[in-house]
């Protein structure tokens, strides 16, 4: 039986980034991809909802908590508000020390959710051709119990998913 090979385009990139050091590991083989096209790169976050359910208990358990410094009110939806906002920070901090200045080929988006459940919808959602992420991230722990969200993603996308690992780590 003959195999047909066909080429594939690749317009737009998903670099999953969970803001653990594996984070630069994604990034690097991403912007690696992005020099041999003209492809777009979406750089996608999750907030999970663990850390949402339980930023939610705190709130409900301390309701009028107050943020630090600023002293100003909080509940569970400026929590979740105020996180997005500096994961967009810090976000657009690792991309700078890429692209510097130019970033017409980035997007930034951070949902909240089940982590693998989030980036398959995104990968329909935003029209994705191929996603990078790596093989672990910051839910060790979780994953012995639950399976890793990197793998549920590489068992249900629809686009080719390239799993980036330490070097290091894997030496043989």
Sequence with gaps: MEVKRMKQQINKIMACV???TYSSLVLDYAFDVLKDTKAQVLIFNVINSRDIAGA???????????????SMMMNTGDYIQALKKERQANLQDMIREYTGEDQSMMEIKIASGIPYECILQAIETEGI???????KGRGNISRMLFGSAAEKVFQNSPVPVISVREKSTFKT
């Design 129 to 135: 051709d191929l996603v990078v992420m790596a093989n």
């Design 56 to 70: 939610r208990k705190f709130f409900d358990h301390y309701p009028g908590a107050y943020s630090g410094a600023s």
């Design 18 to 20: 969970d803001l653990s």
